[in-house]
């Protein structure tokens, strides 16, 4: 499966973006799904999950409601809305796929597929 991250940019704070993830080879509702974020200097964290049957999601403490993780089947597209954007939401967002999983994973090392990412970057 090959995913293909975009929707990044330069914003202002306070506004907001929705990353999509596009993929082939895979049909999404056969996956697990994440994204993952890291910022400069820093090391790549959970941001957002979805079960393979989309009915479960979990989120990074810091997210704080203003994310959200979703998938359309009939795009085969996976995003990511991200509301109330902060200077510390910068950083390269990633897509990432399971195949095995079934639940909403935090653990990277249970995703084995991996888009390039999206930069993100919010200005104060």
């Known amino acids: 499966v090959q995913l293909q991250a975009s929707g990044g940019g330069l914003v202002q704070a306070g506004e907001s973006l929705t990353l999509s993830c596009a993929v082939s080879?895979?049909?999404?509702?056969?996956?697990?799904w994440g994204w993952f974020r890291q910022a400069l200097g820093k090391e790549r964290e959970f941001v957002a999950a979805m079960s393979q049957r989309g009915t479960t999601t979990d989120y990074a403490e810091f997210v704080k409601g203003r994310f959200k993780i979703s998938r359309d089947n009939a795009k085969n597209t996976v995003s990511l809305q991200i509301n109330k954007l902060l200077p510390d939401d910068t950083a390269l967002y990633f897509c990432?796929?399971?195949?095995?999983?079934?639940?909403?994973?935090?653990?990277?090392?249970?995703?084995?597929?991996w888009g390039r990412g999206t930069q993100v970057t919010v200005s104060s």
């Open positions: 990432a796929a399971s195949s095995w999983e079934l639940g909403a994973v935090r653990q990277q090392f249970k995703y084995e597929n």
């Open positions: 080879g895979r049909t999404v509702s056969n996956h697990a």
